[in-house]
């Protein structure tokens, strides 16, 4: 165990961001948190709104105790979620791997450095999802300082159970597909069916959970049980019950069994995965670095087409888009979120045995010009969220590393450069919407011409956000990293790109709201002012992209 606490020292000292442990940074640190607090003040404000009205609500019937429950699970979830994409490149693409093997250290010792290391980056999404709901209830409760020390329990303790599940699902399919030539496109492969099956999984869980009661039998459930709705909300993570019990009797007694059943519970999954990490994770990890080519015989004419003249842009632009195809960290992280976001916004839908009945009658206001115009500024909104949660315009040079200096040295002018940079994010930007209304159109039925208007007022914001993740990360570039990991997961970038979604959207849709919304008039209003901004922001990026490039030094 104290080689396990050693080496999480020295990956946590040899990692990047607030937790690299290098001195002299702690001002920008401190000012970047405080930029991002001041840029993401206005959505977690909603979110407070949102949960002091859920518990007026929830606490007429006395069953506010699930709003605890729910948090916990949504948190749950979305932990989840983040950690299927995060374990792999972190217990098997770092390149920190080749030097941990050849040491006198046991599969568990890494093992178990490494589920730190990313339980302590799972607690940034865990801070979003779960301190403004712990917070919010504990002023409206009027709760102890007890509730306190037990919610800073619960957050610590919360993110063991969905790593433990996401890391043995990580590890199990890596032990399965260490053999063969092509194991690379096998394990992509196999990540994709994996993320998909444990989805899958949790939708059918609830399916079957919201169809086992009736209205009336629920109606019965709540009258008699002041914790009836806690037990219904926390059945995909059962763990999450005996949290939430704990915070809601953390006056009594019976709140510190709760709490201690819950830490009990998240350290038996923890001691359960070490022990089979210590069978699978060496197997899975060998050979990690080996690769296979295949031989093929290329005619006169093929040899032609593939050494002739290309534009620089498109040359360019190709080999991004092979970069980010083939390397594991940059597929799961960039490419599959835009597949699986779409999807995701959908979950809730799918999860009820009458989702699609219910949410095919909102598809009626649609017809309405007021209601259409409301919906393509939502939309709008969507779009470029999903834009900048593919990180692939904010972390485009950082993504290069060390090798970002041979861009100084390629015949292609920078202006190029920076062109084709732009296109695999835009592009992806666009896969995503197409894949957003092609999801509408099945469950909603709303008109075509609103689809293709939404579509179309959509493009100017999806390419903007783009620019501005090239902008920013043109002049915060990340080039130092030991893993392909680190370039997109563990880079501020993205969160600044985040952060002018939140700046855009909030006054978008208070805009949208405050006027006599129509569909034509928002899609032109939208698709207007953000085509003017485009063109100003690639101005800039033409005028001064390539003295911040000639700037950045080794």
Known sequence: MNRTWKLTKVLMKNGSGLLSGKRGNWWKNALIILLLAVAFFPMISGYVMGVMGLYDGLSASGQQSALLGMGMAIASMGILIFALFYVLTVYYY???????LPLPLKPSDILGAKFLVTLVYEYVPTAFLLLPLLITYGVKSGA??????????????????????????????????????????LRLISGVIGIAAVIGVQVAINRNNAGEHSFEQLAQMLISDNNALLSLVTRLFPNTRLGALA??????????????????????????????????????????????????RVSGDEFDKL???????????????????????????CVLSCFLFPLLVFIPVLSRPDGFETVGEWGQFLQKDAFAGIGVAVLF???????????????????????????????????????????????????SML?????????????????????????????FLNLFGIMIDLRMPKLDWDSEQKAVKQNWNTLFSL????????????LVFQVTPSLYGISLLLFGLFAVLDLVLWRVLVTKGPEWMEKIKS
């Open 144 to 185: 102890g300082p007890l509730y306190y020390l037990y919610a800073a329990v619960v957050f610590l303790t919360l993110p063991v159970i969905p790593l433990v599940i996401a890391s043995l699902v990580a590890m199990l399919f890596m032990r399965v597909t260490s053999v063969g030539k092509s194991r690379d496109r």
């Open 94 to 100: 770092s390149q920190d791997v080749e030097h941990l």
């Open 247 to 296: 915070l809601v009797e953390s006056g009594a007694l019976a709140g510190l069994w709760y709490l201690l059943a819950f830490v009990l519970v998240s350290a038996v999954f923890a001691a359960g995965f070490v022990m089979l990490g210590d069978r699978l994770y060496l197997k899975g990890v060998m050979g990690i670095s080996e690769t296979a080519a295949r031989r093929r």
């Open 499 to 510: 952060a002018a979604v939140v700046v855009i959207a909030a006054p978008t849709l208070y």
């Open 435 to 463: 894949l957003l209304c092609a999801v509408l159109g099945l469950v909603f039925h709303p008109p075509l011409q609103f689809l293709v208007i939404a579509l179309l007022a959509s493009l100017p914001g999806i390419v």
């Open 307 to 333: 050494t002739g003249r290309r534009s620089p842009v498109l040359a360019f632009a190709s080999k991004e888009w092979k970069v980010l195809l083939r390397t594991p960290a940059f597929f799961l992280n």
């Open 381 to 431: 909104v969507l779009a470029i969220f999903m834009t900048v949660m593919n990180s692939v315009s904010a972390t485009a040079f950082s993504r290069d590393g060390q090798s970002f200096f041979v861009n100084k040295y390629l015949p292609v002018s920078y202006v190029q450069i920076i062109a084709a940079k732009v296109v695999p994010g835009t592009i992806l930007g666009i896969i």
